[in-house]
């Protein structure tokens, strides 16, 4: 089973400020983006299931100069509030590489 | 209305502290420069730095940093910028970064004029501003509230371009600015010659992490942008290290919510049109980048609260039944500690036992969705009290309940943990959590930035 992050070449996430997580997809090619944009894969609804984030907050931002997408969504607590587990959000990427994309090897 | 054809900035550093090579910045001196300038802070080390007054990169690295880019800085006789101070950009984080500069001047027998600028608004401003309605939350940060405001240990302000342009038009040689704008470092002094903002807001976004633009990644090192009429380029400081238009247009997107917009305090920059062109195999052309004003002036506010007192235990598991019962194991001593915390007079809801189980969930908690049974766990107890007595207190419980707890099919009868070293609990300091993260109109940009200058005297 292909997982997102088989088709990535930087797959990566980190604060953007304080209480926002965000999480870059740059692809190894064109023809992976565009199918993975073209494809239901990364719908706000999808990736807010997999964050337990509500739909409404998550932006999915295809970004086709670097065949990128950009993932924005709220963090579960703010950076370094009591509890919170990754102070500079460096690995919150992993659900996301995690995600099967077998739908894909059809396409 | 610029008044000379192009500028060339160097980017030193992504932040002061981190490092770069002589060599990098050698060659950058041998071309020719106009501005020296690079980051010292970040939030992304997260709020304790920013409470505490104190530098997430060690005194020693930070002279280095400095020395040579002053030292570089005076034999040019081009202006030095060094942003967001000591990491944090509060007033403390300024005043010790300043010390070092003038023990600096001192050594190398150097005078110059140095301007500083600190960036924590009075109280009393924010929370008129507040009352005016004039504070908004950076989303999804909550409405702030006047409690927040006077009991924060700290916020700072992110200034722009003008009180760095200020102090240069007032002739300083060196400007140490407290919590900036990154971008504004490499703008403000374009921006003050004419040249179009939206190539100098992001020229500055795109170089003001230093080496993260730069192949291959071998840590931090210093980037050469040079600004034009209508273009900038792009190129690394090192002989041996290149620029892609992919690393560069990449590096748009990075600890940004959008690829396309970049926020300032007098508007943002929209790289939608930008285009990114390779000239060579190190060098990149960027153009089409544009500027929009806001129609108000806002900066950053960013503030933190204590929240309490932290002290840590880290120990081992092994025990593949205890790694079976972990859940009700992890249950039952949060549950055994409540009691113990009330019979010694600490009222449960003072203070907070985070398990954290390294190996199993540590990282992503309730995101986590792998199965497999670890063969070992980190396990980390996490106390955050009212009082450094109380988080020990609560610690020291919490460690004899974790090594002594029974738990189903036990056989390990004389302790569950593997206890790497002793003293086995450590204090950490206080705790603090990001409380202020909101935007504040300001009546003009030099509001609440004061500058102060200082002759150094070092010959």
């Not at chain 2, 010659?193 to 071998?218: Q, S």
């Not at chain 2, 806001?294 to 840590?312: F, H, I, N, P, Q």
Request: hydrophobic share 45%.
């Amino acid at each position: 089973m292909a997982i997102l992050g088989s088709y990535a070449q930087t797959l990566r996430s980190k604060n953007a400020g304080a209480f926002v997580l965000t999480i870059d997809v740059i692809f190894r090619s064109e023809a992976d983006y565009q199918r993975i944009v073209q494809s239901p894969l990364l719908t706000a609804e999808r990736i807010a299931a997999l964050y337990s984030v509500a739909p409404g907050d998550v932006q999915v931002i295809p970004y086709p100069q670097v065949h990128a997408v950009k993932v924005t969504l709220p963090r579960a607590m703010p950076s370094g509030d009591i509890g919170d587990t990754d102070v500079y959000g460096a690995q919150q990427h992993v659900p996301l590489m995690l995600l099967e994309v077998d739908e894909l090897s059809a396409g | 209305m610029a008044t000379q054809e192009q500028i060339r900035l160097l980017a030193a550093t992504g932040c002061i502290g981190y490092g770069f090579t002589e060599t990098a910045l050698d060659t950058a001196v041998a071309r020719g420069l106009d501005v020296i300038a690079a980051d010292a802070g970040s939030s992304d080390p997260g709020p304790y730095y920013l409470g505490e007054g104190k530098p997430f990169v060690s005194l020693r690295a930070t002279e280095r940093d400095l020395r040579l880019l002053i030292r570089a800085a005076r034999k040019l006789n081009v202006p030095l910028i060094i942003g967001s101070a000591g990491g944090g950009g509060g007033v403390p984080h300024v005043a010790l970064t300043r010390a070092i500069i003038e023990k600096i001047a001192a050594e190398e027998k150097l005078s110059f004029r140095l301007a500083v600028i600190n960036a924590e608004p009075p109280r009393d401003l924010i929370v008129e501003r507040l009352r005016a309605g004039r504070i908004a939350p950076l989303w999804p940060a909550p409405v702030l509230d006047e409690a927040t405001v006077t009991d924060a240990t700290r916020i700072v302000a992110m200034m722009g371009a003008a009180p760095l342009q200020k102090a240069i038009a007032d002739g300083a040689d060196v400007v140490l600015a407290g919590r900036c704008s990154d971008s504004a470092l490499y703008a403000a002094v374009p921006l003050a010659r004419g040249f179009d903002p939206g190539l100098a807001w992001h020229l500055g976004k795109t170089i003001e992490c230093g080496g993260a633009i730069v192949r291959p990644k071998t840590g931090q090192d210093c980037v050469i942008g040079t600004l034009r009429q209508d273009h900038f380029e792009i190129e690394p400081a090192h002989p041996d290290k290149r620029c892609t238009p992919e690393s560069v247009a990449a590096h748009t997107m990075y600890e940004n919510p959008s690829p396309y917009e970049v926020l300032e305090p007098s508007g943002l920059v929209d790289t939608r049109a930008s285009q990114y062109e390779a000239l060579d195999a190190r060098r990149v052309r960027v153009h089409g980048s544009v500027f929009r004003h806001a129609d108000r002036y806002t900066v950053k506010l960013e503030g933190v609260s204590l929240c309490g007192y932290r002290a840590v235990f880290t120990a081992g598991i092994r025990d593949p039944i205890l790694i079976r019962h972990i859940d009700a194991f992890t249950a039952q001593i949060i549950d055994r500690v409540q009691g113990e915390a009330v019979s010694l007079g600490i009222d449960p809801a003072s203070y907070t036992l985070t398990v954290r189980r390294y190996g199993l969930d540590a990282v992503l908690g309730p995101r986590e969705t792998a199965t497999d049974t670890p063969h070992e766990i980190g396990l980390m107890l996490d106390v955050v009290a009212a009082t450094p007595d109380d988080a020990a207190t609560v610690l020291a419980k919490a460690r004899y309940a974790a090594m002594h707890t029974e738990f189903e099919g036990r056989l390990c009868t004389a302790g569950n943990l593997a206890v790497p070293f002793a003293p086995s609990d450590a204090a950490v300091g206080r705790a603090y959590r990001f409380s202020v993260w909101h935007t504040m109109e300001l009546d003009d940009p030099m509001e609440i930035f004061p500058i102060e200058y200082v002759d150094v005297a070092g010959a």
